[in-house]
């Protein structure tokens, strides 16, 4: 007997609205101290009204329709019952039959995952366990959710965790969420059956609560997978829907409660919120709003810019810094045309390293070390694009490339003028540099002798030798020939 695993995700993104899902608190569901962005409404006070946030309406729409889903012309708000102290009106205002998106599809790899349907919901309190209490913030109370299902369509633990990837860098490039999962600003029920192949019919599912982390959606899986496959083994499949809890420090699950059924909820229509009625003009004004997706973002800057897939998926995962960057290359493809390169190939190529090496490792770098956001820093995308010429014309050394650019994020000024000013430039070359190399190679025969029995160690040795004596204003890989040549 043959099993594959039939994997279903429904995931929770926090909606970064302003204001709270039926009420006019600051939607702040992290505030300290707790209980302060809170309100009666929030706080479920008998005989105050919801009263729907229409951004939250409109971000939830325009998610659905990057997702490919169909907007319905008429959605309405549901109650779910059930009795916890999260929960103080002890229903959750949600949707139950009417969602406002259903239908729709994201494509992972080769694989296309089907999605049930985007609904809009409110948020319940925090718990904070203590030693001897449990204590409520509500602050997150009432704050707005998007809830997406999607069909039992994943069949490895990875293609779970890259739809999940996919899926933040799509609400991240709308702009509705941060999506981050160590924030709970995405969370992710997993749910996990196995089937034998060629058979239609799914076998009771579990689903998997508590997944917060990427990894630990991958890991959970695989533990279920495993579990379940232990229990057909044994001759006992589950027979009925169960949950369990992810304890990502054990790595395992544990079983919870049995389910509630749909019926358990008592889902019933909200009276107190008319049933929303979404215009085709207005879904299309939605629709117009939607900018390249982060899938073809990707595959454009790979052709376009010839960047390595992994490079593209950092440089798109950022808003801001795709922007820059993408600013960069039109300012470099303005270079490359005044110095007129002939085969295009290899200069994008050289672009692209370029851009890898110094935007996304080095620049990167200085800010992450030093704190500070790609939207603070002042160096122009313009003034960026020249640095690289400056690079990739050798005007410069390694080390002093680097200089230039701690001192560029430090001021925001133009590289041409910091490199004279500080004197970076590379200007020990020629015959000055010829003369160093001789003198080097005539005061250390050892060394000499040493690369001569083919230690690369020696050489370099030499290289920083010749730099020093430089101060640093040549250019390392012109010393390396030279010495080669001679030596
Ligand atoms: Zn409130
Ligand atoms: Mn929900």
Same mark, same amino acid.
């Given at each position: 007997m043959t099993l594959e695993p039939i994997i279903g995700l429904e995931i929770h993104v926090q909606l970064k609205t302003a204001r709270k899902m039926f009420c006019d608190c600051a939607n702040v569901p992290d505030a300290t101290p707790p209980n302060t962005a809170i309100c009666p409404i929030c706080l479920g006070y008998p005989g105050t009204l919801p009263m729907p946030n229409k951004q939250a309406i409109e971000w939830s729409a325009l998610t659905a329709l990057a997702l490919g889903c169909s907007i319905r012309s008429r959605s309405k708000f549901d109650r779910k019952h059930y009795f916890y102290p999260d929960l103080p009106k002890a229903y959750q205002i949600s949707q139950y039959? %009417?969602?406002?998106? %259903?239908k729709g599809a994201l494509k992972i790899g080769d694989h296309e995952v089907r999605l049930t349907r985007l609904h809009l919901e409110e948020d319940a309190a925090k718990l904070l366990h203590g030693e001897d209490r449990v204590q409520i913030d509500f602050n997150r109370a009432g704050t707005p959710l998007a809830e997406i299902v999607t069909e039992p369509d994943m069949r490895t633990p990875a293609e779970a965790k890259a739809f999940l990837q996919e899926l933040r860098e799509i609400v991240r490039s709308l702009g509705v969420s941060d999506a981050d999962m160590e924030k709970g600003q995405l969370r992710c029920d997993v749910n996990v059956s196995l089937r034998e192949i060629g058979k239609k019919k799914l076998s009771p599912k579990t689903e998997i609560k508590n997944v917060n982390s990427f990894r630990a959606v991958e890991h959970a899986i695989a533990y279920e997978i495993e579990r379940q496959t232990r229990l057909w083994e044994e001759g006992s499949p589950p027979a009925h829907e169960t949950t369990r809890g992810w304890d990502d420090e054990k790595g395992k699950s544990v079983e919870q409660r049995t389910k509630e059924l749909a019926a358990d909820y008592r889902y019933f229509p909200e009276p107190d919120i008319p049933p929303l009625e979404f215009s085709k003009d207005w879904i299309d004004h939605v629709a117009e709003q939607i900018n390249e997706l982060p899938q073809a973002k990707r595959v454009r800057f790979i052709n376009e810019y010839a960047l390595k897939p992994e490079d593209a998926r950092i440089i798109v995962a950022d808003t801001a810094l795709a922007d820059f960057t993408e600013h960069v290359f039109s300012e470099l493809a303005e270079w490359r045309s005044a110095i007129g390169h002939d085969d295009e190939d290899v200069v994008k190529e050289k672009l692209a390293q370029l851009v890898s090496g110094w935007l996304l490792n080095k620049f990167l770098g200085i800010l992450t070390k030093r704190g500070i956001a790609l939207a603070d820093v002042r160096i122009t995308p313009e003034n960026f694009a020249e640095f690289l010429m400056i690079v990739g014309d050798r005007k410069v050394n390694t080390t002093n490339a680097l200089k230039l650019l701690e001192k560029m994020v430090e001021t925001g000024g133009d590289p041409s003028a910091i490199l004279e000013d500080e004197g970076l430039t590379q200007d020990v070359s020629g015959s000055e540099l010829d003369v160093i190399v001789q003198r080097i190679i005539v005061a250390n025969p050892d060394v000499v002798a040493s690369v001569q029995k083919g230690k690369e160690a020696a050489l370099q040795f030499l290289v920083g030798l010749v730099m020093r004596e430089t101060k640093g204003k040549a250019n390392p890989e012109a010393i390396m020939e030279l010495l080669k040549k001679t030596v």
């Open positions: 039959d %009417e969602p406002i998106g %259903e």
